[in-house]
Nanobody, 129 residues
Framework: QVQLVESGGGLVQAGHSLRLSCSASGRDVSLWVMGWFRQAPGKEREFVAAITWNGGITEYVDSVKGRFSISRDNFKNTVILQMNSLQVEDTAVYYC??????????????????????WGQGTQVTVSS
């Protein structure tokens, strides 16, 4: 089992920044893909960003490209989502997720929600105008 705990959410004004952190425990996730998803009120949960085990590949949803940056520290079993130039439309609960390798040494990246086996409880991000 893997436990994921998000932190760093809060209330900010549009144009400002927040830094979300996700701490993993229970297993070594250094070879796993780590991802961030979000769910806005009344909407389905959507993919935000993901990163491979060594940071060599990252993916972002188009709406956050150039504003958000995902990174990881495998020594600390932590993944970071740096969110700059926040917009009101970024308001959502942000979830950390982890994807173990499937018949391989390292996990391959995916945007599919079903591709992630473990999820955190989420952290609220509210952006005011």
């Amino acid at each position: 089992q893997v436990q994921l705990v998000e932190s760093g959410g809060g209330l900010v004004q549009a144009g400002h920044s927040l830094r979300l952190s996700c701490s993993a425990s229970g297993r070594d996730v250094s070879l796993w893909v780590m991802g961030w998803f979000r769910q806005a009120p009344g909407k389905e949960r959507e993919f935000v960003a993901a990163i491979t085990w060594n940071g060599g590949i990252t993916e972002y949803v188009d709406s956050v490209k150039g504003r958000f940056s995902i990174s990881r520290d495998n020594f600390k079993n932590t993944v970071i989502l740096q969110m700059n130039s926040l917009q009101v439309e970024d308001t959502a609960v942000y979830y950390c997720a982890s994807r173990p390798p499937k018949d391989a040494l390292v996990a391959d990246i995916t945007r599919r929600e079903s591709g992630y086996d473990y999820w955190g409880q989420g952290t609220q991000v509210t952006v005011s105008s």
